[in-house]
């Protein structure tokens, strides 16, 4: 299984960004797909969930509004669009799967991880 995170980079506050998380051996639309986010010296947060049945989805208040999930099923692929970009935005964001999503928000529930994207939001 992998999960593949690509699309950071440096961005002016008030920019876009998209992100996307390839995935490998799982077929992501049987699991529940999220995006989290550390900065630095922080816990890794969670920031936005796309569900496998219905394709809902959920958000942190700090990002509603402002970044959307998406996921494009024959290409085992899932997005993270991010307008509006603020300087706290800027972290390391990860993709993850996670088989039964009993708990979207916590970083224990999940089974696989990609590696992060860094994404720097200058001021």
């Known amino acids: 299984v992998q999960l593949q995170a690509y699309g950071g980079g440096l961005v002016q506050a008030g920019g876009s960004l998209r992100l996307s998380c390839a995935a490998s051996g799982v077929t992501i639309s049987r699991y529940v797909m999220s995006w989290f986010r550390q900065h630095p010296g922080k816990e890794r947060e969670f920031v936005a969930v796309?569900?496998?049945?219905?394709?809902?989805?959920g958000y942190a208040d700090s990002v509603k509004g402002r970044f959307t999930i998406s996921r494009d099923n024959a290409k085992n692929t899932v997005y993270l669009q991010m307008n509006s970009l603020k300087p706290e935005d800027t972290a390391v964001y990860y993709c993850?799967?996670?088989?039964?999503?009993?708990?979207?928000?916590?970083?224990?529930?999940?089974?696989?991880w990609g590696h992060g994207t860094l994404v720097t939001v200058s001021s």
């Open positions: 993850a799967a996670d088989r039964f999503g009993l708990s979207v928000v916590e970083v224990t529930s999940y089974d696989y």
């Open positions: 796309i569900r496998w049945r219905g394709g809902s989805t």
